[in-house]
């Protein structure tokens, strides 16, 4: 399975941002994903996630601001992203999972101005 993430960029507090993953590959072992994403400093830290009967689950600190989704016919997962936070700064991860392997994309930098 193979991940290219994509969306990323500077934006103002309050902002907005659509992050995309598109997903190819075998991708008819994959039960789950989601996005994960990374702080300077600090550790990788779960984001949002679908799971294998496709319902979503959020991290507290961005219930209600981001939603994940995703379209079959494109391969594609989204992060929509809205009042973002500069505490939202990191570079964001796709990631598939399967009963064989986890699989990341290579992360895009998402950047939050006060």
């Known amino acids: 399975v193979q991940l290219q993430a994509s969306g990323g960029g500077l934006v103002q507090a309050g902002g907005s941002l659509r992050l995309s993953c598109a997903y190819s590959?075998?991708?008819?072992?994959?039960?789950?994903m989601g996005w994960y994403r990374q702080a300077p400093g600090k550790q990788r830290e779960w984001v949002a996630s679908?799971?294998?009967?496709?319902?979503?689950n959020y991290a507290d600190s961005v219930k209600g601001r981001f939603t994940i989704s995703r379209d079959n016919t494109k391969n594609t997962m989204y992060l929509q992203m809205n009042s973002l936070k500069p505490e939202d700064t990191a570079v964001y991860y796709c990631?598939?999972?399967?009963?064989?392997?986890?699989?990341w994309g290579q992360g895009t930098l998402v950047t939050v101005s006060s």
């Open positions: 590959g075998s991708i008819f072992s994959i039960n789950g």
């Open positions: 990631v598939a999972t399967s009963v064989r392997a986890n699989y």
């Open positions: 679908f799971n294998s009967g496709g319902s979503t």
